[in-house]
């Protein structure tokens, strides 16, 4: 039996999953979502994507005909019927089926889809050894024009960085926000260490407040670990001891190289390893 995706309260197996070329969410991309994940049946940081999904809807006017408690039931009924266990689950909210133009008025309602299934980010070496990032020239969206802090469905601004990142011959890319200060990467939140402190940008400069960042920042704390969100630039990340990148699908990966200069010693740094095991360690315990 193949795996089954929820649209609007059914399970349709997954080639007959299907939505309307008039949805909102094709055509505008106009719709918010979340990736979550699940270890040994545990779904990790439910609340948290929760609360962040909700907030991201009610950011662009888009309503979720549920509630919060209602999606993470259906969401645990579509990783039970798939019997996945250690899964990937993308939750999406579309603005639904409308007419050609851009009023979200005219749509019928939104739509919620569901899909669980597995993911591999990174090449399971690159945790023993480290990434190589690149700088790319995409910003990051400015703040007035698009908030980063909604996760929606308008991904163009990511995926044109991603290009650049691939050309360059690495997996992930570095942006930087309007004022040239380091934000995050595609589809990750960047820390560094510094004289054993933990230093990443703020909320202020253009990022997604990633579940990931803040879960292992409250590790680096609870370790004694000084944990400081603060400006950061290019010099800054060259300069660190360590550095590396968190998000829902890469957990803790460490960066080696940025711009094709080392950092540090040029390999995983102790207080990276150790925030990775501990980590681990959360997401196997973790109700």
């Known amino acids: 039996m193949g795996l089954k995706v929820y649209i609007d309260g059914t399970l349709y197996e997954k080639d007959q999953a299907k939505v309307s070329v008039f949805d909102h969410g094709l ?4 719709g918010v979502f ?17 609360e962040r999904l909700f907030n991201s809807a009610k950011a662009i006017a888009l309503k979720i005909p549920f509630s919060q408690q209602e999606l993470k039931q259906a969401i645990r009924n579509t990783l039970d ?40 980010l990174y090449p399971d070496e690159l945790y023993e050894k480290g990434l ?9 969206n400015h703040p007035a024009a698009l908030s980063p802090r909604i996760k929606s469905l308008n991904y163009l601004n990511n ?16 942006m930087l926000n309007v004022d040239g200060l380091v934000a995050e990467c595609t589809g990750d939140n960047i820390f560094i260490v510094r004289n054993g402190a933990l230093l ?3 909320e202020t ?10 879960v292992v920042m409250d590790i680096a704390r609870k370790e004694g670990i000084e944990v400081r969100e603060e400006n950061l630039t290019k010099s800054d990340l060259f300069t660190a001891d360590e550095c590396f990148l968190t ?32 980590f681990k360690e959360l997401t196997e315990k973790e109700e």
């Open 81 to 120: 019927t798939n019997g996945l266990k250690d899964a990937y689950i993308r939750v999406v909210v579309t603005r639904g089926v409308g007419t050609l133009g851009l009023d979200p008025n005219k749509c019928s309602g939104s739509s919620v889809i569901i899909i669980t299934d597995t993911i591999t």
């Open 200 to 202: 990443t940008p703020p």
């Open 27 to 30: 055509l505008y991309g106009d």
């Open 247 to 278: 998000g829902t699908a890469a957990e803790v990966i460490p960066v080696v190289k940025i711009d094709q200069r080392q950092i540090g010693p040029g390999t995983p740094g102790p207080i990276t390893q150790r925030l990775r095991g501990l």
């Open 159 to 174: 995926i044109l960085a991603k290009i650049e990142a691939i050309n360059a011959g690495c997996l992930e890319a570095l």
């Open 132 to 140: 190589e990032i690149v700088t790319v020239a995409t910003m990051r």
């Open 34 to 50: 979340e990736g979550i994940r699940a270890y040994a049946g545990r779904i990790f940081q439910l609340d948290a994507h929760m």
């Open 205 to 214: 400069a253009g990022i997604l407040k990633g579940i990931t960042r803040d």
